[in-house]
Every structure is written in structure tokens, then in C-alpha cells.
């Protein structure tokens, strides 16, 4: 029995001893937890209050404001305090919320912005329009925020952006976005023809799209590469003559605003006729992206690009970006927008 006794109070030692260590552990964990975010908070009151920022008024309110690094942190808090943001509202502006959105939102009265903390690609000033396209095509705001981010709760043409980096391989080109009279300067001819052009990344790709095709038993060749402001002018004059500005501008570009314009768009026929097959068609869809391709023009996104089905106009993305296109089923225009455009 006393030896038993003795194993059952050395078990009993054991055991409170290991759930002593345990709470120990567990409130050194919390403790750990909430130093880190202590020391952040205190550092706000205790720089605030060596600069030109510090305002007595708010010395409380810069207690509870965890510290960010952001360029005029100071300047932008006092602003969003001025305007009866609590530090709690602040801090979370500051955990949900773009850089770019908060410059923003100083401009503005006061706005209650939670609908928005999980949709990162909106924009402050853009928030009338979300609501009001959302009102009237009663999708969700975050479909909402998508296309009205495009443009399209406006007609197309209508409140043009002029891009401004006209030189990146993964610009957005569209019927809300300008090109001006841009030519790029690393223009590379086609080896099928040399009035075939397009920027030399786009070039050498196509040449081995074209080649790994052939061992696949589809024959394409380019009929159209590289086109200059004034030659897509002509082109467009030209369709609006035959068939009216209504009807042209569902398949041709406006001067300023095609693909074609950045040296990083072809269209394909098949090889002997002046038409795309089914088939190359087909095997264009499910495999461009592999040589840095995208079908840019699709028959299900009309009513977003603003252009009928081309099955034969590839864009050039690079393969990385092209293949994340592809996956995502996105238009390009959304896909810029989500993922693409704040990098730019």
C-alpha cells in the first residue's frame, strides 16, 4: 500500500507540476501576444510627441493608434482624427485599407468604409459609382467595384485615361484606356515577312509558338502584327465608311486604343486559307498561354472588351502572366484590375 501511495503522490506531483508549466507557458504566450502590439502603440505617443504633428488634444487617441511606417503617418492620422475617425476606426483603415486609399479618403467627409475591407481593388473616390451601378444592375458590391473600376458604367469611349507607362509588357489597352501616339522602339520583324512587326519579346515567342504548332499538326501564319496610330486610323476610317461608327466599333479599334498599337498583338489565319480553322482555333485557346499568349477576345466577354469574338488576336503577356490570365477564366481587363493595376 505505501508503495502504491507513494506512486500515486509522486503521479500527483508530476502532474501539477505540468499544469503549473503549462499556465506559465500559456501566459507568457498571451503576454508575448500583446507586448509586441503595446510596445507598437507606444512608440506612436512617444515620436508623435518630438515632431511638429503632436497635437495635445489627441494625446489619448495616440495611445490606442498602433504605429505604421507609412510616409506622413503623423500628418495623415491628425487628418483622419480632424475628421472624427476613432483610433480604432483608424487602425483598422490602416489594416484593411490601401496607402493610396487612405490619401484619399482625407479629401472626403468622414465615410464608413467595413462593406469594403475585403475588396482591395476599390477605390475611395470611386465609391458613388459603385453604389450606384450596383442599385441599378443589383450584382454585389465587389462585382460592382470590378466593372466600374473598367469603365463600364459608362458608355465606351467615354472617360478615357491616357496610360502613362506605355513601354510595360503588361499594359492594358482598351476602349477606356489611350495609347496616344506611342511606337515602340524594339520592333522586331516577323521571320514570315518582314512588314510583320512586333516588339522583340512578342516576336521571338511567336516564332516558337508557331514552330511547336507545326509539330501538332496546326499550320498558322500572322496577317496582321504591329500597327501604327495612323495606320489603325485609316483602318477604322475605313470600316466606319463600309459599315457605319455603331457596327465598326465592335470590331475595330479606335486610333489610340488597339492592341495591335503596342507591338504586342497578331492575328493569325490558318496556313493557305485567309481564315482561322476551328480546330487551330481550338488549339490557339488551350495552349497560347504556354509560348506567353492570350485569346483576347472571347465570344462570353463581349459585353466587357466591347469587341465581337476574335478567335485569331493573340496578345502577348510573357508566360508567366499569361498562364495566371489564363487560369483565372478573367478577361484581361479584369484581371488588371484585381491583380495587376496597383503595381503599375
Sequence with gaps: MKMKELILASSFTILLTGLFSYFIYQENRNANKVIPVMKETQKVISYIQNTNEFKEEYKSMYEQITFHEEENFFHEINCLLHLNYTPIEINELYDFVSHKNIEKLLDFEKMNLKNY????????????????????????????????????????????????????????????????????????????????????????????LVSFAKLEN???????????????????????????????????????????????????????????????????????YLFGFIVRYTKETEKITGYIEEPWHLRYLGKDLAKKVYESHLTYDEYYDLYLKNLN
Excluded: C
Design 218 to 288: 496546326v499550320f498558322i501564319r500572322p496577317y496582321s502584327a504591329y500597327r501604327s496610330y495612323f495606320y489603325q486610323q485609316s483602318i477604322y476610317n475605313t470600316y466606319v465608311n463600309k459599315d457605319g461608327k455603331n457596327m465598326a466599333d465592335t470590331y475595330s479599334a479606335r486610333p489610340g486604343h488597339s492592341e495591335h498599337q503596342t507591338g504586342l498583338a497578331v492575328d493569325v489565319w490558318s496556313e493557305g486559307l485567309e481564315e482561322l480553322k476551328e480546330s487551330d482555333a481550338n488549339w490557339l485557346k488551350e495552349n497560347a
Design 117 to 208: 475591407y475585403t475588396i482591395p481593388n476599390f477605390e475611395v473616390d470611386k465609391i458613388p459609382r459603385y453604389e450606384m451601378y450596383q442599385d441599378k444592375t443589383n450584382t454585389t458590391l465587389e462585382e460592382a467595384v470590378l466593372k466600374v473600376n473598367i469603365g463600364l458604367d459608362h458608355e465606351f469611349y467615354t472617360q478615357i485615361e491616357e496610360i502613362a507607362k506605355k513601354d510595360d509588357y503588361a499594359i492594358l489597352v482598351n476602349k477606356y484606356r489611350f495609347l496616344g501616339q506611342y511606337e515602340p522602339t524594339d520592333l522586331k520583324s516577323l521571320s514570315y515577312d518582314e512588314k510583320y512587326q512586333l516588339r522583340q519579346k512578342a516576336a521571338d515567342a511567336f516564332e516558337e
